[in-house]
Every structure is written in C-alpha cells, then in structure tokens.
Antibody, heavy 126, light 110 residues
Framework: EVQLVESGGGLVKPGGSLRLSCAASGLTFSNAWMSWVRQAPGKGLEWVGRIKSKTDGGTTDYAAPVKGRFTISRDDSKNTLYLQMNSLKTEDTAVYYCTTGCRISGTYYPNAFDIWGQGTMVTVSS | QSVLTQPPSASGTPGQRVTISCSGSSSNIGSKTVNWYQQLPGTAPKLLIY???QRPSGVPDRFSGSKSGTSASLAISGLQSEDEADYYCAAWDDSLNGYVFGTGTKVTVL
C-alpha cells in the first residue's frame, strides 16, 4: 500500500522555525517529484512548493508567499521528504500535506497529485 | 488570491447534472493541463480528473472534465449525496513558475 505520513507539526511563535517530515512507503520514492500543499483553517488549497527527483535534477520551486523562508529537501535513502519553515508568520497557520504525482499506463504526471498524506497541523501564534 | 477562479458554490438535487467552471489565463489553463480534486470534509484531497479529462482508476464515470481555451469545467452527472464536497481545479502556471489551485467550489446536494 502506498502511504505518505507527515509529522512535525505543532504550535510555534511568530518568527520561529519548524521542520516537517513526510515518510513515504510503497512507492519508488527516489523517482517521485514531491510537493507540499497547505490549507489554512476554513480556506482553500495552496501549493507550497516541490522538489523534483534527483534524476530530473533535484531542483526546487516555491510559491511566492514562502520563497526565501521555506526549504524543501529529500533524503532518498530514508524515503523521506522535509519542509524546513523559518521566519514563520501567523498566516502560515495551516494543515500541511505532502503529496506526489501519479504514473498511469507508463506516463508520469508529476502535477496530478493522487497520493496524499493525512496532513499535519502547524499553528503560528504568540 | 488564486489565479484560477471558480464559483464559490453549486447545488443540485439527486440525479441532476452539476457543472463547475474554472477560469484562468494563457499562462496556466491556456497552455497547461488541468487537474480536478475532490475534498470531503476533514479529509485530504482526492484526484478526480487529470490531464483535462482523464479519470484515475476508481473514479466513477459520472465525473467528467473538459477544457476550452483558458477555461475548464468539471461536470457531475447523476448527482449523489456522497458528492457533497469541495472541488478544486489546478494547473501549472508558467508566469508564476508554480502550481495553482482554484478558489474552490462547494457542492451541495439538496
């Protein structure tokens, strides 16, 4: 069974830092492009950023609101994705999901997110 | 503020057909494929449609997607009570160099 499990969420003060982890199982993690998506309470979905597979360059892309503050990394030896969040703001309060694309009939769709974790809550408040 | 605009709500009675629109621009829908997600209350989103009009395995054929120019649509035919959820369109945006979700549409089954 393919599974993504996030951890590391919690309460942090504005200006603080937090690192989220996403443990993957049941998929070839090293080949996967991984993304983080967040959802503020009562609001819609917001893409945070992604990291490509190392074979595709391992590069990262970020949404404007988090660029320069958040860093996505991966450890393929541990099948784990990370989201390092610095200089946190109250508007970063959200459920954070890790997700990845799908492979259908031999074609990989990196932006068709069909595997999602259960999410981890991050609350930024004084 | 999302660059993909959806109506905030849509509704229908059981068995009816409901259509949700998603309006974008040349840098996203106009040049990229569109995906649709369903999110039931308190759960993670689920991929409903990928590549404009393709259904992943297990998604009922009551759900269909289409795209024309800088707009896309999701249709739910034969509406059922379990379809009551939030629906989001999404696409890559070349100008933003990022993935963008629509504003979301809450579907209510009357």
């Amino acid at each position: 069974e393919v599974q993504l499990v996030e951890s590391g969420g919690g309460l942090v003060k504005p200006g603080g830092s937090l690192r989220l982890s996403c443990a993957a199982s049941g998929l070839t993690f090293s080949n996967a492009w991984m993304s983080w998506v967040r959802q503020a309470p009562g609001k819609g979905l917001e893409w945070v950023g992604r990291i490509k597979s190392k074979t595709d360059g391992g590069t990262t892309d970020y949404a404007a609101p988090v660029k320069g503050r958040f860093t996505i990394s991966r450890d393929d030896s541990k099948n784990t994705l990370y989201l390092q969040m610095n200089s946190l703001k109250t508007e970063d309060t959200a459920v954070y999901y890790c997700t990845t694309g799908c492979r259908i009939s031999g074609t990989y769709y990196p932006n068709a997110f069909d595997i999602w974790g259960q999410g981890t809550m991050v609350t930024v408040s004084s | 503020q999302s660059v993909l605009t959806q109506p905030p709500s849509a509704s229908g009675t059981p068995g009816q057909r409901v259509t949700i629109s998603c309006s974008g621009s040349s840098s996203n829908i106009g040049s990229k494929t569109v995906n649709w997600y369903q999110q039931l209350p308190g759960t993670a989103p689920k991929l409903l449609i990928y590549s404009n009009n393709q259904r992943p395995s297990g998604v009922p054929d009551r759900f269909s997607g289409s795209k024309s120019g800088t707009s896309a649509s999701l249709a739910i035919s034969g509406l059922q009570s379990e379809d009551e959820a939030d629906y989001y369109c999404a696409a890559w945006d070349d100008s933003l160099n990022g993935y963008v979700f629509g504003t979301g549409t809450k579907v209510t089954v009357l």
